[in-house]
Antibody, heavy 118, light 110 residues
């Protein structure tokens, strides 16, 4: 069974940094692209970033480009999201997701909450 | 990266069929057959219901179907059931090699 478990969320001040992790199991991690998607309280879904299976290609939403960095350690079956220069607009529930060809996420984690506030 | 346009809400009675539209541009929905639909119940993670415009993942009811015409994709739920009451989001690949979601549609079963 595919399982994804996010961690690393928390409360951070504006301008601060946070690193999210997503531990994966139940599939050949290095064979699949992975993504981060966030959801603001009571609002919709926003795609944040995706990385190829090998980790060599990364893509970002304009809203986070230059501030967030997606990466993966295929030896540890773990996906990361380094978030810098955080603003209150980054407050959201962050989901990790396994991708497949033509689909950004076909299996979702339960999410980890990031709150940016002074 | 503007969000795809979905109606805020759609409602129907049990047994009826409803259709949710998802309008984009030639740079996303109209340019690629990589449109997905997700169902999200309150407090739960989204669930993939349709991928590549019209394909259903294993385990998803055949009451859910997808289609596309030009820059607009659609999700149809036939034989509406109480359990279908949820938020639904469309998603598309874009010419910028990114993904974009719709704003979401709340489906209410009357």
């Amino acid at each position: 069974e595919v399982q994804l478990s996010e961690s690393g969320g928390g409360l951070v001040q504006p301008g601060g940094s946070l690193r999210l992790s997503c531990a994966a199991s139940g599939f050949t991690f290095s064979s699949y692209a992975m993504s981060w998607v966030r959801q603001t309280p009571g609002k919709g879904l926003e795609w944040v970033s995706s990385v190829s299976g090998g980790g060599h290609a990364a893509y970002y939403a304009d809203s986070v480009k230059g501030r967030f960095t997606i990466s993966r350690d295929n030896s540890k079956n773990t996906l990361y999201l380094q978030m810098n220069s955080l603003s209150v607009d980054d407050t959201a529930l962050y989901y990790c997701g396994k991708g497949r060809f033509g689909v950004p996420v076909d299996v979702w984690g339960k999410g980890t909450t990031v709150t940016v506030s002074s | 990266q503007s969000a795809l346009t979905q109606p805020a809400s759609v409602s129907g009675s049990p047994g009826q069929s409803i259709t949710i539209s998802c309008t984009g541009t030639s740079s996303d929905v109209g340019g690629f057959n990589y449109v997905s639909w997700y169902q999200q119940h309150p407090g739960r993670a989204p669930k993939l219901m349709i991928y590549e415009v019209s394909n259903r993942p294993s385990g998803v009811s055949s009451r859910f179907s997808g289609s596309k015409s030009g820059n607009t994709a659609s999700l149809t739920i036939s034989g509406l059931q109480a359990e279908d009451e949820a938020d639904y989001y469309c998603n598309s690949y874009t010419s910028a090699s990114t993904w974009v979601f719709g704003g979401g549609t709340k489906v209410t079963v009357l």
